[in-house]
């Protein structure tokens, strides 16, 4: 295998803390990044064979999620606290012309 040198720029604090439950372990970063870089390999090589044999798309709607990963995915969203805090903080913010609906005046001569 060919090294490289790659300039990545992480985040401080999560790589000591990595690098110390990894010391623990017994295991060094640059082991583990490889790990990652060939899981990234394998998953998109999986994903690709899937594809071949099945051109159908499937989604995964949020009710359908394990709860864990609605928690996750909620959190993310709104990091602020829980989701029912942040309903209706754009309320009477947004709001919609009376004459919506009714034809514009440029446009008189195109309709019947």
């Not at 985040?11 to 017994?26: P, R, S, T």
């Not at 998953?43 to 899937?50: I, N, R, S, W």
């Not at 709607?61 to 942040?86: Q, T, Y």
């Amino acid at each position: 295998m060919e090294n490289m040198n790659l300039n990545i720029v992480p985040d401080v604090d999560l790589m000591a803390k990595a690098q110390i439950k990894l010391h623990e372990k017994g295991l060094d970063l640059t082991t583990e990044i490889n790990k990652y870089l060939k899981t990234i390999i394998d998953d998109f090589t999986e994903e690709k064979a899937e594809n071949k044999n099945q051109p159908e798309i499937k989604l995964l709607r949020f009710e359908d999620m394990p709860p864990e990963e609605r928690e996750r995915r909620l959190k993310i969203i709104n990091k602020k606290g829980p989701l029912s805090e942040a309903m209706g903080v754009l309320k009477g913010m947004i709001w919609m012309a009376d004459d919506f609906d009714e034809p514009l005046e440029c446009m008189k001569d195109y309709m019947p």
